[in-house]
């Protein structure tokens, strides 16, 4: 054989051997595909062989479940009569004797009858000497609250920027003022003011401070 003829053999032989491994992968895969359309066409045993159920059944399903009570089997016999709605378990039960009912319902009016009466209690009255010193302590106990409130006044200026200013002296030394405008005179009076203060000693107290920051401080007295 000579050596023109070898090269042209193993050429044919590789391409043989290509051309055969394609047609293989493409049978193979027409296989897998046809198996698989033939699994999902099959039905499944176990499952498809289940009757179906109509609509129905389906709605007298959803009813009992509605009116079911799990804790009826717990409950008493009364109990379910006064609610109207009778739970029977699945299995069929025979009606009680009407001579139970009757014996039940005599033992308990002989229960009833046995019970003590229920006593109320009525509310005590009031002794009318303790209902005039009550109202006596109420008068007494207003008068000793103090009726006014008092303000410490630092200073009172026919010129807001006056009252800024000692506002702002005050702030220095710690002391929290607010600025109270009234008519007097016919003119405007911006008054300079610490408070206000419930008892008078507290306020005599704020005046000594006031004053021992150095400024002029006066007491004033305003009705509730």
Do not use: H
């Not at 039940?104 to 000497?129: D, F, R």
């Not at 409130?149 to 002391?175: D, M, N, S």
């Amino acid at each position: 054989m000579s050596s023109a003829s070898k090269p042209a053999g193993q050429k044919s032989q590789k391409g043989g051997f290509v051309l055969g491994l394609i047609v293989g992968l493409l049978v193979g895969l027409a296989v897998a595909l046809g198996v698989a359309l033939y699994i999902t066409k099959v039905p499944i045993p176990f499952v498809n062989k289940v009757p179906q159920r109509t609509a129905e059944q389906d709605a007298a399903e959803t009813e009992r479940n509605r009116n079911w009570d799990p804790n009826a089997p717990l409950a008493g016999k009364a109990a379910r009569s006064a609610s109207g709605v009778v739970n029977a378990p699945p299995a069929l039960t025979a009606p009680p004797p009407a001579t139970t009912t009757a014996s039940a319902a005599v033992a308990a009016a002989s229960a009833a009858a046995a019970l003590p009466p229920v006593v109320t209690a009525q509310p005590k009255p009031v002794a009318p000497k303790a209902e005039a010193a009550a109202s006596a302590a109420t008068p007494a106990a207003a008068a000793g609250a103090d009726a006014y409130i008092y303000f410490v006044q630092a200073g009172a200026f026919t010129r807001p920027e006056e009252a800024e200013a000692q506002k702002a002296k005050l702030a220095i030394q710690g002391f929290t003022a607010k600025l109270m405008e009234r008519e007097q005179n016919g003119r405007t009076v911006y008054r300079v003011r610490l408070g206000p203060v419930d008892t008078r000693e507290s306020a005599e107290d704020l005046q000594r401070k006031i004053e021992g920051a150095g400024f002029e401080a006066n007491l004033v007295r305003v009705q509730r």
